[in-house]
């Protein structure tokens, strides 16, 4: 707890410089701070739309390509085997399908994460 402030203010760092690097990519959304809020910045996560044709598994095996770890987004609850499966929750799983959480650990480098977009960019040749 005693660091708490300093790491979050970390997180909050790497998110805003993934955000400068993406944010402005046609079809990509990351982690939004709605007006009055702040957000802890925990896993800074992309979202592709559809019509991008990137998915999960695509993003997540250029990643193991070039030995980037990074987290799947959560899955829908409905999907565990503690809850019935909920086939009515498309839209869960279609996000699912669509997201990833990007590393953010907090010793990661500029150089790191310049790596990470330059990747992301590459798969639809965003410049």
Do not use: C
Not at 11 to 20: E, S
Not at 53 to 74: C, K, P, Y
């Amino acid at each position: 707890m005693e660091r708490v402030l300093e790491l979050i203010s970390r997180k909050r760092d790497i998110l805003a410089y993934y955000k400068k690097r993406l944010e402005a990519l046609p079809g990509l959304t990351m982690n939004s701070e709605p007006d009055g809020t702040i957000i802890g910045a925990w896993m800074p996560t992309v979202v592709f739309s559809p019509d991008t044709g990137v998915s999960r598994d695509l993003l997540l095996s250029r990643f193991v390509e070039e030995n980037i770890d990074a987290r799947v987004f959560f899955w829908p609850l409905s999907s565990l085997g503690l809850f019935s499966v909920e086939h009515e929750n498309t839209i869960a799983q279609d996000i699912s399908s669509r997201a990833l959480n990007l590393p953010s650990y907090h010793d990661i480098s500029v150089g790191e994460i310049d790596r990470v977009t330059t990747i992301i960019r590459s798969i639809r040749d965003w410049k």
